[in-house]
């Protein structure tokens, strides 16, 4: 069927997944601080009265373009609080070396110290990627495999923490010798 | 002695130190995307020609405005690598929770993806924020008290990762029992 022929909801679809698409472009180039309407609508070929009839405020256009950012990697299921660790860390670890997220969501931590609608796209953001963590904690936990006074928060932070550290901060490679140290720390510490 | 009167060398100072002063407002208030050498002048009275005069780029000013952001604090002396590292990361908390700093940092970090010489900028401060620890790591070193095999780095990321995650990821409080359990995790596992 010729593009001419197509249904007006094909067009609207296709006109959202182009202004989305080109939304995550900008954001991956230039951070936050790259996004204007205008060069999404310049880039896109849809118009800036189009786009704010789909979004509201550049805000709500970031958070759509957002919404896959970071999706949480399958849970795995290894037999053991420490094998279970293991992997999620080194698919963390993985994700912050290569996923193009990585190097978007300095801007989105940026933002959230500023503007309380992006606060919430980051928190949103922040809880999904953490979201596997405190499934296999509350496995642990139901398996006694974990000290009582250790909370999910506790986890997260301990094995996060340093590998956000390297990423971002002290920028040292995410070798796989620090992040099995991690996790051994970890397990000695949350165990 | 009257303005008008003062030698050419103090006019200039005067007029370097506005232009810093002003650049740093802008940064506190916007992150790294709110400072424009148009803004600058503005807001300083400085013509864009002077300031450009003292700076070759808008990088080289934010460079030297950041200069004394995160200026390390004294390196405590408290005879033990447990009461000295204690004591850092009890003032660094701190300086998470209320230094202007700590609200500017995560714009230099998201710069520092993009732009070579901003991430040099984010180099230094960072190497600046963590030498206390440098120094506390060596004289433990020397005395025996820390496992052979952890480095400096370890000791950093083992203390500083858990809350740089808290202040801008997870964004939770960075209470003192929270700082506590940092602590005596990084020395059950580093000692």
Known sequence: MARS???????????KAAVLAQT??????????????DEVSRRSGVSKTTIYRHWPSRA?????A????????PVPDTGSFGGDLAALTEELAEQLRSARWAAVLPSIVDAAEREP???????????????????V???????????ADRRQDD???AVAGPLFYRRWYSREPLDSAFVRRVVEDALVRLR
């Open 117 to 135: 609608e992006l606060a919430g796209l980051h928190a949103d953001l922040h809880a999904r990627l953490m979201a596997p963590f405190g499934v």
């Open 137 to 147: 904690t509350e496995r642990a936990r139901a398996r006694g495999e974990l000290a």
């Open 60 to 64: 709500a256009l970031l958070v759509e």
């Open 66 to 73: 957002c919404s896959t950012i970071g999706s949480a990697p």
């Open 24 to 37: 995550y472009e900008l954001l991956s180039a230039g951070g936050i601080g790259g996004v204007s309407i």
């Open 5 to 15: 022929g197509d249904s007006i909801d094909v067009r609207v679809q296709r006109s």
């Open 155 to 157: 986890v997260s932070a």
